[in-house]
């Protein structure tokens, strides 16, 4: 494989697709370990309010985020229609609590552009990039600052 | 596999059998040093140096194998009586068995170990292999059940070698030499690497086909070897296999004396087949090695059965653990479901869910004892902390330890060495005294340090005491008040103030020595033990010592626990924390300030913490009398009464880290997994204890 600058072209990657409100979210499908239904979690006591609690995966603890509240939006009504997204984040696991995961795409890597300025300050904390798809904004989470959502940053 | 990978696995299996062979070393040197080695121990130990050193000449780990060789040279003279295991030999020795296991970790790469240390320990084996007069090595022969070194032959007047020198070597393998994996055509090649070989083999012993035992050793050889090497670099070749073999080397002149078959003595070329056969006879009589009766008895523990082991890598052990973790919440999940699925009590499936149950539980203790090991490598560990604590103080330290084989979880046993030394450091530097100190109190110029372990209704209580001066609580009290610890017109009881140790900042010697007082103090102690789930608390007797007790669960995979409901979340509660659980009546409770309260409890005030607020669950104040309260005690006999709403049950859980994918959450333990297959929360009953001393200032329940 040749070495690629960021924006050259050629480079394509493939992301899952999801939705927040009437926003749509990617994130880079090799971080994603699995999708899953929702589930009651457990509530976690002086945790900040989007972490919504831990469920368990197959004997593991895993903690899931509200990433609605994380970026900022109202938090996500439960149902049993929600979903979670299991990604890895370092050596952690973690899950992310979305509305409803729409599509699987791949995007050639050029066409991912910087957010625009008018994003606020936790979108641009938490989104990488943009990019369109049919129409539609599809912004691209990053997802190392998302968490540990507690480290330095315990709200 | 690639020849690289190979290397490495048996460079491992060489650091592992080294880390047993070493602790054969210290446990035998230990044993000569207090006098309660029998022949054999000597033995054992020059056989445990010997193994590294071959070993390490076969990775090429120079600095290793020359001090092992030093350190096996005055061994030697142990071994054969040429030098008694007086208190001074024994301190050399000590020394250098420490620096061996350094060495060892050199080669590890894990440390370094100062050429100055190294040079100055060897002069001292040196000197041992010279000051007294050497004996005949003859002498040796009594109880040498290493024995077979027919070392009177080479005496007849041959003077040590420099010249080239002829030698016979008889070497019949027994089926043992094959079995442990040695070949004879490696030794020969060594020996042809010696100087000049002739080797005829003797296969005259070999039956025929159909009396072959393919397990059996039928073959002999006669070696002549003509070289400028000593006697001991004959001997060496067959170091590994001396023991499964019959060996006889001597020079050629006396073994044609010895045999009157005379021929052409001293030449290289005689005539083989004459000589041959009788070498046999002659080889076998020395080799009943004559080893005395008491001996034998005395050395019945050393030589008990030895039960067979084999080696597994530990991730493997740890990865069945956990599966079996996951069998036992999967079979609480089953039961759940048949329960929800309206079965009458009676059918089947009950009585095979308890089979099933049954059979889990004895899964999940048979891991357990796999995993488990005696405490024996840790407190030996400690042997050699005391020893370098009493060299670097100057005082005379005893370390007695008890109850050694007690077992404990590996994973347990693994965090218990730094809080376990740091004690032991603690206990020699501002326990004990100087000598001078001590024969001024009347007691024996020697301190003891005492390290025990033994089990307790299903925990592991660790004690570590000393006979020094016990607390100088004025002192700790006038610390605490100048460092602001608590207020100058505090009062507290003896074991308030003893408590005060364990508060962070907190150091009482005067001089900050190198040894204990690097910032680490015992609040670390403190916390690492907790972190384990265990407790600490200390009893000082004012001249006579201090002793600070350990309690540690024995496992960290599992916990007996009472799940309870607490504003519609279910919790664990350790049960070895719980004293009681009981209904309070309105009378019992008492309100002490705005936010706190108290529960009576058979005429002792217990604060009481309401854990639905506590975690978080529920904004408004608990009614305890329309709940159940839990009386749980923790470290020092602390006590406190928890409010909760319903007690569900009682059950083993496994334990789950909460830090592995979130962190850690003040008042949580860990989690678990409950037959529902949801996230239970185990509580942290320290921290709530400590909370509600910390915000109730309530008569404490003190013990």
Redesign the interface.
């Known amino acids: 494989m040749i070495e690629h600058n960021d924006n050259s072209a050629g480079v394509s990657k493939e992301f899952i697709v999801f939705r927040l409100g009437a926003m749509e979210f990617a994130i880079d499908i090799m971080a994603v370990r699995e999708i899953r239904g929702w589930t009651p979690a457990t509530a976690l006591p002086h945790a900040p309010s989007y972490v919504r609690g831990v469920i368990n995966l197959r004997g593991a603890v895993l903690p899931i985020v509200d990433l609605a509240e994380r970026l900022g939006f109202p938090p996500i009504e439960i149902s049993a229609r929600r979903v979670v997204i299991v990604v890895q984040i370092g050596s952690r696991l973690v899950g992310l609590l979305v509305d409803a995961v729409s599509d699987i795409l791949s995007q050639p890597s050029e066409t991912i552009q910087p957010i625009p300025d008018v994003a606020s300050e936790v979108v641009k904390l938490y989104v990488q990039g943009v990019f369109a798809f049919d129409d539609r904004m599809v912004g691209l989470i990053r997802l190392d600052h998302l968490t540990p959502p507690s480290i330095g940053e315990a709200a | 596999m690639t020849a690289v990978d190979t290397m490495a696995t048996i460079r491992q299996t060489f650091f592992q059998e080294c880390e047993e062979q070493l602790n054969e070393t210290e446990t035998g040197l230990l044993a000569l040093e207090i006098g309660e080695a029998d022949a054999e121990t000597v033995n054992a130990v020059f056989r445990a140096v010997h193994s590294i050193k071959g070993g390490a000449g076969a990775f090429k780990f120079e600095r290793l194998v020359r001090f092992a060789h030093k350190f096996e040279t005055a061994l030697d003279r142990l071994r054969d009586h040429r030098m008694e295991p007086s208190p001074g030999v024994m301190k050399i020795m000590l020394r250098s068995a420490d620096l061996l296991a350094d060495l060892v970790r050199e080669a590890q790469g894990q440390q370094e170990v100062e050429d100055a240390r190294l040079q100055a320990l060897s002069a001292d084996l040196a000197g041992l292999s010279e000051d007294e007069a050497p004996a005949p090595a003859a002498a040796s022969d009594e109880g040498d059940s290493f024995g077979f070194q027919p070392l009177t032959l080479s005496l007849d007047g041959f003077a040590p070698v420099a010249a080239m020198q002829d030698w016979r070597i008889f070497f019949r393998p027994m089926p043992d030499l094959y079995r442990r994996g040695n070949e004879p055509a490696r030794i020969l090649r060594e020996l042809a690497q010696l100087g000049a070989v002739s080797t005829r083999c003797d296969a005259s012993a070999l039956p025929l086909l159909d009396a072959f035992d393919p397990n059996g050793a039928y073959l002999a050889w006669t070696i002549d070897l003509a070289t400028a090497a000593p006697r001991d670099a004959v001997e060496e070749v067959f170091d590994f296999v001396r023991d499964d073999c019959e060996l006889t080397i001597e020079t050629v002149a006396a073994a044609s004396a010895a045999k009157d078959e005379a021929a052409n003595g001293d030449g290289l070329d005689f005539t083989p087949l004459t000589i041959d056969l009788p070498a046999p006879e002659a080889a076998a009589t020395p080799r009943e090695k004559p080893k005395p009766e008491i001996a034998k008895l005395e050395t019945a523990k050393a030589e008990a059965p030895v039960s067979q082991t084999i080696r597994v890598d530990l991730e493997r052990v740890d990865r069945l653990a ?1 599966l079996v ?2 069998l036992v ?1 999967n079979q609480a999940m089953l039961s759940q479901s048949i329960l929800d699925a309206g079965l009458p009590r009676a059918c089947k499936a009950f009585d095979d869910l308890t089979s099933l149950e049954q059979l889990t539980r004895e899964i999940q203790e048979g891991i357990m004892a796999i995993r488990a090991q005696p405490v024996k490598p840790l407190f030996q560990r400690m042997t050699r902390i005391v020893r370098e604590l009493a060299d670097m103080t100057g005082k005379q330290v005893r370390l007695k330890t008890e109850g050694e084989a007690t077992e404990v979880d590996r994973t347990v046993f693994e965090k218990l060495a730094d809080p376990l030394t740091h004690m032991i450091r603690n206990a020699i530097d501002h326990g004990l005294e100087s000598p001078e100190e001590r024969r001024a109190a009347g007691k024996p110029d020697q301190g003891e340090v005492r390290l025990s372990a033994a089990h307790r209704s299903g925990r592991i209580f660790i004690d570590v005491s000393d006979d020094g001066k016990g607390i100088d609580r004025a002192r700790v009290k006038a610390k605490a008040v100048e460092k602001d610890l608590i207020a100058a017109d505090a009062q507290l009881s003896s074991a308030e103030i003893d408590s005060l140790l364990f508060l962070p900042g907190f150091s009482t010697a005067s001089t900050v020595s190198d040894i204990s007082g690097r910032g680490v103090g015992m609040d670390v102690v403190r916390s690492s033990i907790q972190s384990l789930g265990g407790r600490i608390s200390i009893t000082s007797r004012p001249g006579l010592g201090t002793t600070f007790s350990m309690s540690l669960p024995l496992t960290l995979a599992v916990l007996d626990g009472m799940v309870v409901r607490v504003a519609d ?2 919790l664990v509660a350790p049960l070895t924390a719980i004293v009681e659980t009981l209904r309070p009546k309105a009378q019992q409770v008492h309100r002490l300030g705005v936010e706190t309260r108290v529960l009576a409890d058979r005429g002792v005030f217990v604060p009481l913490i309401d854990v639905g607020r ?4 529920r904004d408004d104040e608990a009614d305890p009398t329309l709940g159940v309260v839990i009386i749980v005690e923790s470290e020092g006999g602390r006590r406190c009464a928890l409010i909760v709403d319903a007690i569900l049950d009682q059950r083993q859980v496994v334990i ?3 830090e ?4 850690h ?4 333990a860990a ?1 678990t ?1 409950l037959g529902d ?5 185990i509580l942290d009953i320290d921290i709530f204890v400590a909370g509600a001393s910390a915000h109730a200032q309530s008569p404490l329940a003190a013990e």
């Open positions: 956990n973790g996951e919440i979340q279910t506590e975690m978080g669950y789950k880290s909460l592995t994918n979130y962190q959450i003040p008042g949580v989690a997994i297959g949801r996230v239970a929360l």
